[in-house]
């Protein structure tokens, strides 16, 4: 009930453009990301419950269960401390330091490292041996071969044929596919609004 | 000394992270770990400072929008997830977030998924004084989309000259697109590799300037 009259009063105020509409759509605007943010608690629920008894169970590998429950907890704290690493009130405290210094870099090396799993499976699509996947690598290498400097030395007719493979086959790719997901975004939009789609309710109190 | 011990700490983390090229070892793990807590360390004090404190907590101490009691109730609900009795309480928040984002997107989504990416699409093919690549462009754009949307419509067997044949340009024409994506990611992720790289032969070890 509270989808189909959310759901309903929402494409209605589109259509009215009166300010009651507009006062409708701005308290949902500004509510909307309220109501989400507070779903985080679930979040860090979970990984708290789950990492807890990890923990109390001495189940294999507990002691990594630590690194997760510590900084989650510590970095709230840091955050409250006041002061600065480098003396005085001005300047990073522990929390920016374990943001810049730790959850970037490790972030920042964990997707770089998909540079080299990326390259296994470009080895590993070659083996397919199939006509469609000698299209792909051949469609890739160009695209990644009009990106860069070394793609000069052959020709202007590389980095022209990588330029025409992005501006129009892959268009047409990515139109239809954009296509395929706004049809089905407005069908399982419809479904939910109407309740014809109720997996999300997720069986809570079953 | 802040700006050493940092480089030294990111640069460690650095190299704990790619030991996992070699075998999965206990660096690799801890660094992996923690780089989940802290994630969600961050993610609940950015929550805090930029979301509930100043449009939710700051309002209401001052008195100023009593109505944001209804959100904050709303989004207090999702805790009773937690507890199985009352877990049914936790559909409320869920159903409006869904209910009203799912009309909100409605009208947006089929002006740009749809109508915009059907009106793109719909152009001449034949432009007077237009570069024969750039015609070629235009027939492949028109009848390649044409060809990959009947590629995904499965309501109907792929045979015969339409069906047939347009699900066999289709499936070539999406393949282009996905080698397209592919080698733009690889070139994504090869530019962080070299960044990584940099720093530490740059800032960490100073071999490079």
């Known amino acids: 009930m509270i989808a189909l009259v959310g759901g309903v009063i929402m494409i209605i105020q589109y259509f009215v453009p009166h300010r009651i509409s507009q006062d409708v759509f701005n308290y949902y605007t500004s509510w909307g990301p309220i109501v989400a943010t507070f779903a985080l608690i679930l979040g860090v629920g979970s990984v708290t419950r789950v990492h807890m008894y990890k923990i109390r169970m001495k189940s294999t590998n507990w002691a990594y269960s630590l690194a997760v429950i510590l900084p989650m907890f510590l970095m709230p704290v840091f955050a409250l401390l006041p002061g600065s690493l480098l003396g005085g009130t001005d300047g990073p405290g522990f929390f920016d330091f374990m943001y810049s210094r730790v959850q970037i870099p490790i972030q920042a090396t964990m997707f770089s490292m998909l540079a080299f799993y990326i390259a296994s499976a470009a080895f590993r699509a070659f083996r397919a041996k199939s006509l469609l996947a000698t299209v792909l690598l051949v469609a890739a290498v160009f695209v990644m071969l009009a990106q860069v400097p070394i793609g000069d030395l052959a020709g202007r007719w590389l980095p022209n044929t990588g330029q025409w493979i992005l501006r129009f086959p892959n268009l047409a790719a990515k139109r239809a596919i954009e296509l395929g997901v706004g049809f089905g975004m407005l069908a399982t939009s419809l479904k939910i609004i109407f309740g014809v789609e109720r997996g999300w309710l997720g069986g809570a109190g079953e | ?209």
């Open chain 2, 1 to 209: 000394m802040y700006e050493t011990i940092g480089i030294w700490v990111a640069a460690l983390f650095t190299l704990a992270i790619y030991s996992f090229l070699y075998k999965e070892n206990p660096l690799y793990r801890l660094a992996e770990h923690l780089v989940v807590g802290t994630s969600l360390g961050y993610s609940m004090v950015i929550s805090w400072q930029r979301m509930i404190y100043p449009r939710l907590v700051l309002p209401l101490s001052r008195g100023e929008d009593w109505l944001l009691i209804i959100p904050a109730v709303l989004g207090l609900m999702y805790v009773t997830r937690f507890f199985p009795k009352i877990a049914w309480m936790s559909r409320y928040p869920i159903a409006f977030l869904l209910g009203t984002g799912m009309g909100v997107a409605f009208p947006y989504d089929m002006q740009a998924l749809v109508l915009r990416q059907t009106q793109a699409t719909l152009i001449p093919i034949y432009t007077p004084g237009a570069p024969w690549h750039e015609i070629l462009g235009s027939i492949v754009i028109v009848f390649g989309t044409l060809a990959a949307l009947i590629y995904f419509f499965f309501s109907k067997p792929h045979k015969g000259l339409f069906f047939g044949t347009g699900s066999k340009v289709g499936i070539w024409i999406i393949m282009i697109g996905f080698g397209a994506t592919f080698g733009f990611t690889v070139m994504g992720r090869i530019s962080l590799l070299i960044g990584r790289v940099q720093f530490l032969l740059s800032d960490w070890l100073h071999l490079i300037h």
